[in-house]
């Protein structure tokens, strides 16, 4: 049996539900003064990225061994790092608590905030670091020590 007022309603009630859609959500159809859509990564969330790779690789941690810690994929500890998705409050605090900083440093390099020494290392350095991070504990104590006899010997 059809309805009296037929397809009519059917379009009234879409109308309506497509009505409340937009007040629920409405950063998916408003614009900032930019014209980018609001839930686009801005240059912070770019900054937060690259600071969450920066000490990752610190860390000697890949992104496998990351994902795993915070329970995602590594596929997303990609798009967190290239700042295809942006990284929640509280997702930041794990990051915070496993990399064994504090949540501020993911925001070093912006504009007003602190400078963490960490980030100031230049690629070679880092892939130093990465190296030393790769040994055994046996051959870091070798190079810890080597290190010191160069510092005294150059006095």
């Known amino acids: 049996m059809q309805h009296p007022q037929g397809k009519y309603v059917v379009r009234r009630l879409l ?7 937009q007040r629920a959500a409405p950063y998916v159809r408003k614009k900032q003064q930019t014209g ?4 686009a990564a801005t240059d912070i969330d770019k900054k937060v990225g ?6 990752r690789l610190l860390r000697g941690m890949s992104q496998v061994q990351l994902a795993e810690a915070v329970g995602v994929t590594f596929q997303q500890i990609q798009k967190y790092e ?3 998705n942006r990284i929640s409050a509280s997702r930041l605090w794990q990051f915070s608590k496993i990399l064994k900083i504090d949540v501020d440093d ?5 504009e007003g905030a602190v400078r ?10 880092l892939t130093l ?3 030393y991070n790769a040994l055994p504990e046996p051959q870091k104590q070798a190079v810890q020590d080597y290190v010191a006899f160069l510092r005294k010997k150059r006095g």
């Open 129 to 131: 670091v990465n190296k």
């Open 36 to 39: 980018r859509v609001m839930r």
């Open 82 to 84: 290239k700042s295809t």
């Open 15 to 21: 109308a309506v539900q497509t009505s409340r859609h």
């Open 106 to 110: 993911f925001y070093d390099g912006i």
């Open 116 to 125: 963490n020494d960490a980030l100031k290392l230049a690629p070679e350095q």
């Open 50 to 55: 690259e600071n969450l790779c920066k000490f």
